[in-house]
């Protein structure tokens, strides 16, 4: 029998604790995370709960069983591997908490993506909401609907959704220059870069990603500060979904 263990597959990572790899290791395909195995899926949709398109590290079995896990629940959760036209990974203008500039989405009209598909229970959302500081006033993140036709949400059985979650990031992301958003490169790359040109980074997390992840994940008001550089240096742009937001960042689409 085929060990579907996260550790045998190499999916076990928590970025979390290791910020420096994120966004941790992401499945070859779909799967249903159960406790500490990834099993197949028999089917790409479930109408009793609700679809997040996962940008960075929700994507990481390994991170979404230590979230859930967390508090206490261990309840099946569907991952599907899915085709996702108008979306794309950009880079947050914020420091995480963990120790690491973490993906954002941004829009991408006409581009496709791989991407996967959440599909969360009632327990579940409420866990992964609380990890992105949706109900925070000031959290960095808002849970958003993307709505078809604007955003395309292909499963692999070739059917589309009309519309899915994802959570964007309320302080916009970084461009590359250019006033586009910059995509991620991983988290060492990008640390390097930031680190390289931007001297106030340096100043407040040293000058290697080892040292700003050691500093970030230690000290919340750093993080703070370093989302400040970012603002205050210019770095900073739309990244094209925030007209999506609400006020309390999830309210649900109509049912019909």
Not at 92 to 109: D, E, I, M, Q
């Amino acid at each position: 029998m085929e060990d579907r263990t996260l550790a045998a597959l190499g999916l076990d990572m928590v970025p979390r604790e290791r910020p420096l790899d994120y966004p941790g290791a992401w499945p070859r395909e779909s799967g249903l995370l159960v406790g500490d195995r990834l099993l197949p899926l028999e089917r790409w949709a479930y109408e009793d709960r609700v679809p997040v398109i996962s940008i960075g590290s929700n994507a990481c079995p390994g991170q979404l069983r230590d979230k859930l896990a967390g508090s206490g629940i261990t309840t099946p959760l569907p991952m599907v591997r899915a085709r996702v036209t108008g979306v794309g990974i950009g880079v947050s203008a914020h420091v995480s908490r963990p120790g690491y500039v973490s993906n954002a989405p941004v829009a991408t009209t006409g581009r496709v993506s791989e991407l996967f598909v959440l599909w969360l229970d009632s327990r579940q959302l409420t866990v992964i909401d609380a990890s992105e500081g949706v109900p925070l006033p000031h959290g960095n993140f808002r849970r958003a609907w993307l709505p078809a036709p604007d955003v395309r949400v292909e499963l692999p059985d070739g059917s589309t959704l009309p519309g899915a979650y994802a959570y964007v990031n309320r302080r916009g992301v970084l461009h590359d220059g250019t006033g586009a958003p910059r995509t991620h490169p991983g988290e060492r790359p990008l640390l390097t870069d930031l680190l390289a040109t931007l001297p106030r980074l340096r100043d407040l997390f040293g000058t290697t990603p080892e040292e700003f992840a050691a500093r970030a994940s230690a000290d919340r008001e750093l993080c703070e500060k370093g989302a400040r550089v970012f603002a205050e240096e210019g770095l900073v742009t739309a990244g094209g979904l925030e007209m999506y937001m609400t006020t309390d960042g999830a309210r649900a689409p109509s049912r019909r």
